[in-house]
């Protein structure tokens, strides 16, 4: 991401409809909690996505 100055990306399912957006921020505190990533397909979202 850094090397191509972008700060987020969008993230989509399996026939590539977009289901969210991950930042440089949400991956600087998946690093800041080791352990705290999870791996593998998420779970579908019930409602829209909130922060």
Same mark, same amino acid.
């Given at each position: 991401? &850094?090397?191509?100055?972008? &700060?987020?990306?969008? %993230?989509?399912?399996?026939?590539?409809?977009?289901?969210?957006?991950?930042?440089?921020?949400?991956? %600087? =505190?998946?690093?800041? =909690?080791?352990?705290?990533? =999870? &791996?593998?397909?998420?779970?579908?979202?019930?409602?829209?996505?909130? =922060?």
């Amino acid at each position: 991401m &850094t090397h191509n100055d972008v &700060t987020a990306v969008l %993230v989509v399912d399996g026939v590539g409809r977009p289901i969210g957006v991950v930042s440089e921020a949400d991956l %600087v =505190r998946k690093v800041a =909690r080791p352990g705290s990533c =999870r &791996t593998g397909p998420a779970a579908p979202a019930d409602g829209p996505l909130r =922060r």
